[in-house]
Structures are given as structure tokens and as C-alpha cells.
């Protein structure tokens, strides 16, 4: 079974600073996929950055980078500069290739950036 | 052009109610799903469907029943509507042979009086 585990029900950052919110997996097979979502007071989910487990290097876009450390099966993101407009719910997921495309969302970390 | 519309975006209905949810893409995609948010913002998955087929069946009450007449449509069927169906219900798509997540409809929030 695959699981996701978020620490953080809610954190504050400052507007301009960088935020990593923490996010840990457990599975048993060896392919596997990591994502971030960000879902804001209107509800919808946006994609924000995927780390395949073969990846050599953590994947970054744009502010988002992911800090991906394998072997304490941790995948934490991180917001450089951020804005107001970051002030959203994260979710952190996972997806297995053992087995059809089911991905399996964490609890979520609500993210609020004070001006 | 939304790649992923789900309607409607709101449903209020009373208790014993029949309700029915239509999702859609554009984007190509042979896979569809849908997912439940509860009110503590959890998102579980519900269904998924590849090619018109069903895939993935979580332990849901047999109340919900899915439809996929080809793979650009999801439809979520709800009979008996009870209050604990309340919640944010989302459709999402993704390419079986290019997975790098799903692409999320806007929602339909479900809420049950």
C-alpha cells in the first residue's frame, strides 16, 4: 500500500520569503511518481511540479522546486519569494507503477503568506 | 477551451434524491477518474475508468454508479442521496502512456439538505 503523510496542517511564511512544506511517502515499489497541488479559496486543483523516482535531479519550475531526498522517502516543496497569491491549500501525492493510476493524496498543508 | 468541465458546479438537492454529475476533456486523454474532497479538504479516489472500461473501484456505496459512454466522458451517478454525500466531487483526466498526473476539473460542489 501507498501512503502520504503531511505534518503540517497549516504554516505562515512572509510575503518575499521561502517556504518548504514537508511531505513523506511510504511504498514497496521501486517506480513511483511525486506531485504537488496547490488548491486556492476557489477551488480548483493546479499541478504544480512532478519527481519521477529514477530522476537524478529534484525538479524544479519556476519558484517550485522540489527537494527530493529517496532514501528518507521525503518530498518536500519549496517557494522561493513568495507571494500573496500563494496563500492556498497543498497537497502532496503519489502515484506507483505497479499498478493502474491511482494516485494517493496527503491531508494537505494550508499555506498562508502574511503581507 | 477548459480542458477538463465538469457540471454543474453547484447541486443542492434534498435527502432521497437522484442526482447525476457529467464530466468531459478535450485533452485527448484515455483515462478518467473521480474523486471525492470532504469537507476536511481529503481527497479520495472514487472511480477510474480507461477506454470506457472500469479500472479502479474503491470501496464506495453502490448508491454511485459511474458511466463512461466513450473516454472523453465520466458521468457520476447518485441514487438515494444521504447527508454524508455532501462534499466537492472532482473529475480528472490523464494519458495512460505519458502519466505525469492528472488534469483536474473545477469541481461540482454536492451539498445535501
Known amino acids: 500500500a501507498q501512503k502520504i503523510t503531511q505534518t503540517q496542517p497549516g504554516m505562515f511564511v512572509q510575503e518575499k520569503e521561502a517556504v518548504t512544506l514537508d511531505c513523506t511517502y511510504d511504498t514497496s515499489d521501486p517506480s513511483y511518481g511525486l506531485f504537488w497541488y496547490k488548491q486556492p479559496s476557489s477551488g480548483e486543483m493546479i499541478f504544480l511540479i512532478y519527481?519521477?523516482?529514477?530522476?537524478?535531479q529534484n525538479a524544479t519550475e519556476g519558484r517550485y522546486s522540489l527537494n527530493f531526498q529517496k532514501a528518507r522517502k521525503s518530498a518536500n516543496l519549496v517557494i522561493s519569494a513568495s507571494q500573496l497569491g500563494d496563500s492556498a491549500m497543498y497537497f502532496c501525492a503519489m502515484r506507483t507503477y505497479g499498478g493502474y493510476q491511482k494516485v494517493t493524496f496527503g491531508i494537505g498543508t494550508k499555506l498562508q503568506v502574511i503581507p | 477551451d477548459t480542458a477538463v468541465s465538469q457540471t454543474p458546479k453547484y447541486l443542492v438537492t434534498q435527502m432521497g434524491n437522484d442526482k447525476s454529475i457529467k464530466c468531459e476533456q478535450n485533452l485527448g486523454h484515455d483515462t478518467m477518474y473521480w474523486y471525492k474532497q470532504d469537507s476536511k479538504k481529503f481527497l479520495k479516489i472514487m472511480f477510474s475508468y480507461n477506454n470506457k472500461e472500469l479500472i479502479i473501484n474503491e470501496t464506495v456505496p453502490n448508491r454511485f454508479s459511474p458511466k463512461s459512454p466513450d473516454k472523453a466522458h465520466l458521468n457520476l451517478h447518485i441514487n438515494s442521496l444521504e447527508l454524508g454525500d455532501s462534499a466537492v466531487y472532482f473529475c480528472?483526466?490523464?494519458?495512460?502512456?505519458?502519466?505525469?498526473?492528472?488534469?483536474f476539473g473545477s469541481g461540482t460542489r454536492l451539498t445535501v439538505v
Open positions: 519527481q519521477g523516482s529514477y530522476d537524478q
Open positions: 480528472a483526466s490523464s494519458d495512460s502512456r505519458n502519466f505525469y498526473g492528472y488534469t
